[in-house]
């Protein structure tokens, strides 16, 4: 079966601290895609990041980081000094043939 | 340049009526593909359609449906509507259908409420 699971329903952290939504996935495929989506209250899905199978290196894009872990089959993200501005709801996502399977998302609370 | 465009934002109908949502698809761009998000819930694939052509199909009735036109716009419809079909709908679009980019780029979506 192919799934996405993020335990964290919602969040609340104080701004400039850091945090992490977790992500697991289940997939039988050898070859996957793995994404990141932003959901502002505007409704619109931001892609933030896509990572395949193949490339476990960790990704830094400024104050966002993901870990993947194809042993744990985990993709966290990690917000660092936090703001705001990254309060949305924040999805995890695989890949399967042509579509995309999302998790239920993590509500992202940052409090001034 | 114009991402992807979806109309009606809101909309409300009720029960057993019928509804068509719009969107077109960034410039250029080839596949649509519609989801379903459900209040609380992560998006649900519907459809996807590539060249007119439907592609692929997620698991709802067969009150739903969509087609793609010549100039990629494409329209879903709901027929029938039942309370539970109260959401919002999000267009995607995206070079093929293999997302070889990477990226399905979403429009705002229409939300729909169902009385």
């Known amino acids: 079966a192919q799934k996405v699971t993020q335990a964290q329903t919602e969040i609340s952290v104080v701004e400039k601290e850091d945090v992490t939504l977790d992500c697991v996935y289940e997939?039988?495929?050898?070859?996957?895609?793995l994404f990141w989506y932003k959901q502002p209250p505007s409704g619109e899905l931001v892609f933030l990041i896509r990572?395949?199978?193949?490339?476990?290196q960790n990704e830094i894009s400024g104050r966002y980081s993901w870990n993947f872990q194809k042993s744990t089959s985990s993709f966290n993200f990690t917000i660092t000094a936090s703001q705001v501005v990254d309060s949305a709801v924040y999805f995890c996502?695989?890949?399967?043939?042509?579509?995309?399977?999302f998790g239920k998302g993590t509500r992202l609370h940052i409090l001034p | 340049d114009a991402g992807v465009t979806q109309s009606p934002t809101h909309l409300i109908k009720t029960r057993g009526q019928h509804v068509t949502l719009r969107c077109s698809p960034i410039?250029?761009?080839?596949?649509v593909s519609w989801y379903q998000q459900v209040l609380g819930q992560g998006p649900q694939f519907i459809f996807q359609?590539?060249?007119?052509?439907?592609?692929g199909r997620g698991n709802f009735p067969d009150r739903f449906s969509a087609r793609q036109f010549p100039n990629y716009s494409s329209e879903l419809n709901v027929n029938a509507l039942l309370l539970g079909d109260s959401a919002l709908y999000l267009c995607?679009?995206?070079?093929?259908?293999?997302?070889?980019?990477?990226?399905?780029?979403f429009g705002e979506g229409s939300r729909l409420t169902v009385l």
């Open positions: 995607a679009s995206s070079l093929d259908p293999g997302m070889s980019t990477g990226e399905l780029f």
């Open positions: 997939t039988r495929d050898t070859t996957y895609y």
């Open positions: 990572r395949n199978s193949f490339d476990e």
């Open positions: 996502a695989l890949r399967r043939d042509d579509k995309i399977i």
């Open positions: 410039s250029g761009h080839k596949s």
């Open positions: 359609y590539y060249e007119k052509e439907e592609r």
